[in-house]
């Protein structure tokens, strides 16, 4: 950390009895049923009784929502819930694939296939024609490269989007798996 700097740094830990700093707090017992509104220290005092935890669920209610629960399960259940939705979660890559307008046959077939691989793998496909040089004048050739191979994946996968051109002397668009885009 350099001189001046000021790291600021997020509280995502639950307050828990003595940590929480309202004076007032709406309490909910272990059950889910509403206590009522009590003072911070009778709170705790009532948690203790039954050997747990008082949690500050709501911070900015007021008065804060407190819940008597105990704790190591809380925060257990909470990681766990975490872990489940990280398992969910689904990685769409996207693969890219460059052409050339000039390519030739065997290129063609050999991108084709690995295309094809890619869109069967369930990942997103970004086909790109580059133009060199000269090659500029003749942007019909890439775009007729680029739909030549949608034509030939139509059954794995369709184009996200129109071809449209990238930078300076790219045109590309994306092919998505046919499963995923019926799936939108």
Known sequence: MNKGEIRIQ???KTDINEGIRAKEVRVIDEE???????????AIKL???????LVEMSKDAAPPVCRIMDYGKFRYEQNKKLQEAKKKQVVIHIKEVKFRPNTDEHDYRFKLKNIINFLKEGNKVKLAVTFKGRELVHTDLGIRVILRVIEDIKEFGIPEFPIKPDVKRT??????PVKAKKAQ
């Not at 948690?47 to 935890?53: F, G, P, R, T, W």
């Open 171 to 176: 045109f590309s668009t994306v092919i998505v």
């Open 32 to 42: 889910g049923k509403q206590v009522g509104i009590m003072s911070l220290f009778a």
């Open 47 to 53: 948690a203790k009784e039954k050997s747990l935890d």
């Open 10 to 12: 997020k509280n995502t």
